[in-house]
């Protein structure tokens, strides 16, 4: 047998087209990740808008139910046991046994933290308060307190708050969330069971 090799009909790639090649299948991958991390980013981005969004519009809409219908404890002792800057003490039934629960709110390394201690052979055991977080990424969260004539524009009670004078309590809190502008939030809770002690 006798092969002939025709370098015309022999075709190969040359080193210059092989580099042009790698070079467009590199563009082309790098261009495939660029577009999965801006997903990513986004969608991490877009949950922990809407996730932290979601858990204040929770927790705030709970805070005033509780506040509102704030009682005396099943001690006797007066429906606010503290009542701080960034913390407040207080008493309500939260799950309608008739039975006070004794409610913390609090910020914490920038959360805020929620503590429940159940009455528990006629007393309230703070060793035994169990505490859940509620909001996450927290840039700002600050209780403020009015007495009796608040209509809106007076000036807050002083602290150390006199717990007695207080009939409205007034919760800002602001979110931050990776580089975004800050939201900003806040109720104003008028307790229905205030008086003075």
Request: charged content about 25%.
């Amino acid at each position: 047998m006798n092969l002939i090799f025709d370098k015309k009909k022999m075709r190969a790639f040359t080193l210059m087209e092989t580099l042009i090649a790698i070079f467009i299948i590199s563009a082309l991958i790098g261009l495939i990740i660029l577009f999965v991390l801006n997903l990513v980013n986004f969608n991490v981005f877009f949950v922990l808008n809407i996730g932290g969004t979601r858990e204040i519009d929770i927790t705030l809409n709970n805070m005033i139910k509780e506040l509102r219908s704030m009682n005396q404890s099943n001690t006797g002792g007066y429906p606010i046991e503290s009542a701080d800057e960034t913390s407040i003490i207080f008493y309500t039934d939260i799950d309608g046994d008739g039975v006070m629960e004794r409610l913390r709110y609090f910020l914490e390394n920038n959360q805020v933290k929620r503590g429940i201690t159940r009455f528990e052979n006629g007393t309230y055991d703070s060793n035994k308060e169990k505490i859940w977080l509620m909001i996450n990424n927290v840039n700002k969260f600050k209780i403020t307190y009015y007495d009796a004539n608040y209509t809106g524009t007076e000036v807050p009670l002083t602290f150390p708050v006199d717990i007695s004078k207080i009939r409205t309590i007034r919760i800002d809190v602001s979110l931050k969330f990776l580089n975004k502008p800050e939201i900003n939030y806040y109720i104003i809770a008028t307790p229905r069971n205030l008086r003075g002690k």
